[in-house]
């Protein structure tokens, strides 16, 4: 029962990660598996041990499901092999797997889309792996990722400096570094000048279905003698914190952290920027956003100073329907001879736009272009040479907040204290709870669950609790920017460029943050919380989730339905459940085929006759029956304290007012559906189990699909008593069946027990009360038992669920306590 108990837990568990509403990673699904594997396993043998070792085909069912989940768990995405450089030329966005998904976008758009893309080459993920294998880091990374969960942010500073060492202390394979001069080489002839360089990271996956915003690292206007120390560095930048965090909270497995690198002549930028061909605020209207600045576009997808904003419509093609210009004092720019540095703008250009008209309409030609080719939003780095020339530097998906719904109109509520009502919307949203000034790293360290990140600037180091914030507020940064792409990855309400958050919010305030109309106020606003859109699971498309998804398939399905049918076997048994169900059948058949000799105390096992529809099979431990009966006992006869309490609530039932219409026996109210006749599910045959003595009891229910297990120790000894409570499951939809467990963990909760509830499997426990509050419990327990089975049909709604917690508490536990 241990194992079966915690094998059940354990399903639940992982089925309820698929709700989107909790952080795992692949860790803890290996974890569970092996857990599983271990109590299955467990389980398997003590039935064995119970059966004399008539159930060795279902240690060959056990062996054979395990190693189908294992087979599916262990599934390696290898690294494709591939030429350690590789123009780009000769790439395209089918060979995202060899050159990374930024190198991947680059061929895309220079050799298929044929906008401007400078040229350059592609180091491969099959050099990275040459990298590795080269310096024995193949196995010894896996091993220091896999000892680190995702829960555990204190010992990740750690792991990421041990990893970061082992690369900067690694070697070049001289073959790669060979390959990277010669591909240099071929750049400079096609370049036709001897240019400094761009490095940038083009990871497995990266500026593909995940943007990776900000993750890796890329190094500016490099001189051809560091090419092979910052391909190092690249690497490296795997295995900083937040990249690691990214990874694990995305679910990638060790082998898919594959790293390409992107070398291109590096632009002497005039000006830089980001173009969206959707405006985040409002994706349907036929407009994009453009972002710039002077100089080196990190400044504009940093979130360092505020840069132009244009709207721009696509019909007529650059024709702008608004336009800011901030000051813009400061920009990055180029050094001669490597590196980049922090300049004044030129006073005459401080106020002055970017961009003109020219260059807009360019951009908007652009847009259309890319959108109509990948069939999807975009997003776009550009640059500006002084040739007047635009380049394309980059395109990848464009991850936008959900739609505002048409009839909510743009609010103040005046009757609150408004603290802050200006800024850019990078997500939208409403959070609330304490204000969390960031200034430094140490400050993300224990952030709590809940607050709302309040920092100067932007930074993609953010992602790290994003999945914990309530929301996040800025004095600057820009929609376009790394971080505003991640907090629309994590759904994290977000508003960006207010200026003075930093200065009016003071640590520890609490506030509510309303990122649908840039508004924040002071304290928690119920009527803006309350209705909240519900969060969408921002995981479903990550490999971690689309893993667990094809585990489960293997675990959670039970096909092992009638216990009177042929198939239900160990050779039937297809998935981790049908073990469980089928070793808790034969369990109790098992345990109730023993003789009186071979129970330790003299155990009497016999059949209970009673009124209602099912058939219950008691295993006597003593002192639990009158004397004088055969094979079979009436419910007067039991003398067990704790089953007659129990017994007298499940035949105290009346029907509730919902009954079905046309229900002509009990037999019809237990087994309804199609499904369930089908299927040969019949209440008279169903078999429940208890264990009874003059003060114990464990009941194992079994109502058609239902399955609850009640245990009971009843006496004048108030140190002794308690009670525990099981539910699992039952026939029905998912939706009904939440509602079931819903209805259930509210009525217990009146019962003043102690619960805890994962998906539809309830656990309840009472503890050292007086006996006669423990019989009335028990008394409640079976009502509750037959109440919850009579209540499949009509529980369609939320509401009608409301109805019946509380017709339930109002007939039986309130009369009970005689309010």
Aim: charged share 25%.
């Amino acid at each position: 029962m241990a194992a079966n108990n915690a094998v059940l837990s354990l399903m639940t568990d992982m089925e309820e990660k698929l709700s989107g509403d909790f952080l795992f990673d692949l860790q803890y699904i290996r974890a569970s598996v092996s857990q599983l594997a271990q109590e299955t396993a467990t389980l398997v043998e003590a039935l064995n041990n119970l059966g004399d070792h008539r159930y060795e085909a279902l240690v060959e069912a056990h062996r054979r499901i395990i190693s189908e989940v294992e087979d599916v768990l262990s599934r390696r995405r290898d690294i494709p092999q591939a030429p350690l450089t590789m123009s780009f030329d000769q790439l395209s966005l089918d060979l995202a797997e060899m050159v990374g998904g930024k190198n991947a976008n680059l061929g895309e758009v220079r050799n298929r889309v044929h906008l401007p893309v400078p040229p350059g080459f592609a180091i491969s993920t099959y050099a990275y792996k040459l990298f590795l294998d080269h310096n024995q880091l193949a196995t010894r990374i896996p091993d220091l990722l896999g000892g680190w969960r995702i829960d555990d942010l204190d010992s990740l500073a750690q792991v990421s400096e041990k990893l970061k060492s082992m690369v900067h202390q690694a070697q070049v394979p001289p073959d790669l570094e060979a390959a990277i001069q010669t591909a240099y080489g071929e750049l400079c002839r096609q370049d036709q000048q001897h240019p400094l360089v761009a490095m940038r990271s083009s990871a497995v996956g990266e500026d593909l279905t995940l943007t990776f915003a900000g993750q890796y690292a890329t190094y500016l206007n490099i001189p051809p003698g560091e090419l092979v120390s910052r391909y190092k560095d690249i690497v490296a930048s795997l295995f900083t914190p937040r990249a690691l965090f990214y990874y694990k909270n995305k679910g990638f497995k060790e082998e898919e952290m594959a790293m390409g690198v992107a070398v291109l002549p590096m632009i002497n930028a005039r000006a830089s920027g980001v173009l969206f061909t959707r405006q985040p605020e409002a994706a349907d209207q036929e407009a994009m956003l453009i972002n710039a600045v002077w100089g080196l576009g990190k400044y504009a997808v940093g979130g360092v100073i505020n840069p132009d904003h244009y709207l721009v419509s696509y019909q007529p093609p650059g024709e702008v329907i608004e336009q800011r210009i901030p000051p813009k004092e400061v920009m990055l720019v180029n050094v001669a001879g490597g590196g980049v540095q922090e300049a004044p703008v030129p006073k005459e250009l401080v106020n002055v736009p970017c961009l003109n008209q020219a260059h807009l309409q360019q951009l908007a030609r652009w847009a259309a272009t890319l959108e109509a080719h990948y069939q999807r939003p975009q997003d776009v780095e550009w640059a500006l040479d002084f040739e007047d020339r635009l380049w394309c530097l980059q395109s990848r998906p464009l991850q936008l907040p959900a739609r505002r719904s048409p009839e909510v109109k743009a609010r103040t509520l005046k009757q609150y204290p408004v603290l802050l009502d200006q800024g850019s919307i990078a997500c939208r949203g409403v959070g609330a709870g304490p204000v969390v000034l960031v200034r430094r790293d140490e400050d993300l360290r224990n952030f709590p669950a809940g607050g709302v990140l309040v920092a100067r600037h932007t930074s993609p180091k953010y992602v790290t609790v994003m999945p914990q914030a309530a929301a996040i507020i800025t004095d600057a940064g820009s929609p376009t920017g790394h971080m505003a792409l991640l907090a629309r990855e994590f759904q994290v309400p977000t508003i960006l460029n207010t200026g003075s958050a930093t200065q009016i919010l003071q640590p520890g305030q609490e506030v509510t943050v309303d990122a649908n109309f840039s508004n924040v106020y002071a304290g928690i606003i119920a009527e803006l919380l309350e209705p909240r859109r519900a969060k969408t699971n921002d995981l479903a498309d990550s490999p971690v989730f689309r893993t667990l998804e094809a585990l489960l398939k293997k675990i959670i399905p039970l096909n092992l339905i009638n216990p009177q049918s042929d198939t239900f076997s160990p050779a039937g048994c297809r998935t981790i459940h049908d073990i469980v169900r089928f070793a808790h059948e034969f369990s109790m058949r098992e345990m109730f085929k023993l003789t009186e000799n071979e129970v330790e105390g003299g155990g009497e096992v016999v059949n209970l006759e009673s009124d209602l529809p099912f058939k219950v099979c008691i295993l006597d431990l003593g002192g639990g029956l009158k004397r004088g009966w055969k094979r079979k006992v009436r419910p007067e006869q039991i003398t067990s304290l704790p089953f007659k309490a129990f017994w007298q609530g499940l035949t105290a039932m009346r029907w509730p007012k919902g009954k079905p219409a046309g229900t002509q026996s009990l037999k019809s109210v237990f087994v309804k559906s199609e499904e369930e006749v089908a299927q040969g599910a019949d209440p008279y045959r169903d078999q429940s189990y208890v264990v009874l003595s003059e003060n114990y009891m464990n009941f194992s229910i079994r109502l058609g699909y239902h399955l609850s297990t009640v245990e009971a120790y009843v006496s004048d000894q108030i140190n002794d008593n308690y009670i525990t409570f099981t539910f699992r499951g039952g026939g029905s939809t998912p939706e009904r069946r939440e509602r079931r467990a819903r209805l259930i963990e509210a009525i217990i909760d009146r019962m003043d027990l102690n619960y805890q509830r994962k998906g539809d499997t309830i656990e309840a426990k009472l503890a050292k009360y007086p006996r006669e509050q423990m019989e009335q419990r028990l008394i409640w327990f079976g009502k509750l038992t037959l109440y919850t089975k009579q209540l499949d049909m009509v529980l369609f709604s939320e509401g009608i669920v409301d109805w019946y917690i509380k017709d339930f508490i109002r007939e039986h536990i309130e009369t009970s306590k005689g309010k």
